[in-house]
């Protein structure tokens, strides 16, 4: 069965440090790979994605990950924190369909910045 | 450009209590989901919609219904509200035919079942 796992429930970095948030994915087929960032009391916002091609993929908000094949990782990086980055992150692996592609979300890494 | 729009933002229920959320999308998607947020837990998929006129059961689907009354909306029903069903609830939208099109989220319905 399909699954992704977060390692890391929370994690704190100081500002102006660099991150990298764990993501490992269970798939049978060639998994579809998404970031999401959900900021308190809103919805969630696709980062990145992943289907192909380049294993690094940029995203959005200075944010980039990289698909390792060999290690089931689709781990998110940034050089340099913002304060404005503390939020919740998702990692998901897409069962594309055609017409649906249903999510299966990790259990997210809460993300603290300190000054 | 509303995108996906929810409503409630909140709701108390008593145990027991029925009600609906309500989802619409305004960007001609043909697909529609639900997901349940807990705590731990991430988001976990209650049903979906992959057209209008259909529906099917995700992972979590026990004590809820769905109806899509047309392409845009896509409604989540409790019956019987149970305090295990204190959430907070994600409707998405996507367009199909692609992999290459993200899902669409709705900003969520926090639900409190006393």
């Known amino acids: 069965a399909q699954s992704v796992t977060q390692p890391d429930i929370h994690i704190t970095v100081s500002e102006g440090a660099s991150l990298e948030l764990r993501c490992n994915y269970s798939?049978?087929?060639?998994?579809?790979l998404f970031w999401y960032v959900q900021s308190p009391g809103q919805g969630l916002q696709l980062l990145l994605k992943y289907f192909s091609g380049d294993t690094l993929v940029q995203g959005i908000k200075g944010f980039e990950a990289e698909f390792k094949r060999s290690q089931s990782s689709f781990n998110l990086r940034k050089p340099s924190v913002h304060w404005s980055d503390a939020a919740e992150y998702f990692c998901?692996?897409?069962?594309?369909?055609?017409?649906?592609?249903?999510?299966?979300f990790g259990t997210g890494t809460l993300l603290a910045v300190q000054p | 450009n509303a995108g996906v729009t929810q409503t409630p933002k909140f709701q108390v229920l008593k145990t027991g209590q029925s009600m609906t959320l309500q989802c619409a999308q305004d960007m001609n998607h043909n697909s529609m989901y639900w997901y349940r947020q807990d705590p731990g837990m991430g988001l976990r998929l209650i049903y979906y919609?992959?057209?209008?006129?259909?529906?099917d059961k995700g992972e979590v689907p026990n004590g809820y219904n769905v109806s899509r009354l047309n392409k845009r909306e896509f409604s989540l029903r409790l019956e019987s509200a149970a305090p295990s069903q204190t959430s907070v609830y994600f409707c998405?939208?996507?367009?199909?035919?692609?992999?290459?099109?993200?899902?669409?989220f709705g900003n969520g319905t926090r639900l409190t079942v006393t």
């Open positions: 998405a939208s996507f367009r199909g035919g692609s992999y290459n099109s993200p899902l669409h």
């Open positions: 998901a692996v897409g069962d594309y369909g055609g017409a649906t592609n249903k999510l299966i």
């Open positions: 919609s992959a057209s209008e006129g259909t529906t």
């Open positions: 798939y049978g087929a060639t998994p579809y």
